[in-house]
């Protein structure tokens, strides 16, 4: 097997190689980042889907978009959207023709073979806070990323905008929230209260059946996922009772 050629094993079971160059990850890679981040805030996948323009600009040509398509990697469909919609709207893309218009989502095939190029389960914050943010050296098929360091909260503080549902740091924008998100949106509340305190306890209520340990790590998880800048990181004290924040 070629240096830039990945074994994978598809849905059916069946292992099988591919030759995926640099341009092709890449483009795979922030595919697989808007397939994550529908599954994380429950929104509907093709209001995340990626535009051809989007997807050339990371490198990518016609050709290997169609090849996504015929191999069943990726499904496109045409916008029809208005301005004012609340959700983007489509029509079922034909066939192999792609415009200006068009835009791409994975299939579950598609998110199988990106999970196994990136290394990393779908699930991994990680995966989905750095894999797609770090820079590759040029000519590497998987470089390794170096891990998240934390450094202590720094005199700008975050700033939580509940009215706008918005996360900053400094003017940068952190995260916005489009759907409804209880658990993180009520630990960015307190820490909101507490001036962005380094430490807050799990402010999260009571609930029947339901761990709070269990419960307070997967919503720091879930902070942590799909950022649009990358800058402040979560994370718990270890006992499942409390919340620090840094930056990262």
Same mark, same amino acid.
């Given at each position: 097997?070629?240096?830039?050629?990945?074994?994978?094993? =598809?849905?059916?079971?069946?292992?099988?190689?591919?030759? !995926?160059?640099?341009?092709l990850h890449d483009g795979i890679a922030i595919l697989w980042r808007a397939h994550i981040c529908a599954q994380d805030t429950g929104a509907n996948v093709w209001d995340l889907s990626l535009p051809t323009n989007r997807l050339f600009a990371a490198g990518m040509t016609s050709a290997d978009l169609r090849w996504m398509v015929a191999k069943g990697f990726a499904e496109h469909r045409e916008e029809t959207t208005n301005y004012g919609d609340v959700h983007r709207s489509f029509k079922r893309g034909n066939d192999y023709f792609l415009n200006e218009r068009s835009s791409l989502i994975l299939t579950l095939r598609g998110a199988a073979l990106a999970e196994? @190029? @990136?290394?990393? &389960?779908? =699930?991994? &914050?990680?995966?989905?806070?750095s894999a797609f943010t770090s820079t590759r050296p040029s000519g590497s098929f998987l470089s390794p990323r170096p891990p998240v360091v934390l450094r202590k909260a720094p005199a700008v503080k975050p700033r939580w905008d509940a009215t706008r549902r918005e996360l900053t740091l400094d003017g940068l924008l952190v995260k916005r929230f489009r759907v409804p998100a209880l658990n993180q949106e009520?630990? @960015?509340?307190?820490?909101?209260?507490?001036?962005?305190?380094?430490? !807050?306890h799990d402010p999260l209520p009571l609930t029947m059946n339901i761990d709070a340990p269990t419960r307070l790590h997967d919503a720091i998880n879930r902070?942590?996922?799909?950022? !649009?800048? &990358?800058?402040?990181?979560?994370?718990?004290d270890g006992k499942g009772t409390g919340v620090f924040w840094g930056v990262s």
């Open positions: 097997m070629s240096a830039n050629e990945k074994a994978w094993v =598809d849905l059916s079971g069946k292992s099988t190689s591919l030759s !995926i160059d640099d341009r196994t @190029l @990136l290394g990393e &389960p779908a =699930d991994s &914050p990680r995966a989905t806070l009520t630990i @960015l509340s307190v820490f909101e209260e507490e001036e962005w305190a380094e430490h !807050i902070l942590n996922r799909c950022q !649009i800048h &990358p800058v402040i990181r979560f994370h718990g």
